[in-house]
């Protein structure tokens, strides 16, 4: 079975670490769009380091949004979970948008996943980070579905959803008082990702 790491990019050794200690097969890496200079060269550095041995690819998301880096790394979960690959989330603080994007992404497929690891620079070792489940499911995901299709009639998502209106709004009232949606019914970035 191919084993993938998802990373997100650094200037020190721990994604060298962690595909070595996770004996992986393939290495996507989520780089700053555009690329820089510097990162260039750090990618320069790991093709000559794995050519031939581990396949690398290169995946430029986000430098500032969380939203769209953990959509970006879901829909990679989501294609490697398909062709049945161990995947491995590995992160390290160099781009904070992207380190919480590949985190969140994790948290909303954390059945499809191996793992969330950090490697501890000073001393090499791997770090099992925990895994919890953010996602929503059943009335309640369904509810913001529709509310993130821009239904916001709770007659028309009464009917839809096959529950009664009061239901609805007891469900509406707990996404707010969770941070799922605002007072105005809209997602916020904690319901986006919980619906990813």
Known sequence: MVKTIIST???????????????????????????????QEQIDKLKVKYEGVIELLIFPTSTDSLRKVSEDVVNLIDSESKVKHTIYLHVCLSSIPQTFGLMYAGYTRIESIGGIYAVLEDSGDILQLPSINIRLEGTKRNVMLEIKSNNKNVKKIAIKLRINQSMVYVHIKDLIQRGFLTKEWDLTDNGYLAVL
């Not at 050794?13 to 890496?29: E, P």
């Not at 700053?32 to 510097?38: D, F, L, V």
């Open 9 to 39: 990019l650094n200037n020190g050794n721990s994604i060298l670490i962690a595909a070595h200690k996770l004996g992986v097969d393939k290495l996507i890496i989520l780089v700053n769009n555009p690329i820089s200079a510097a990162d």
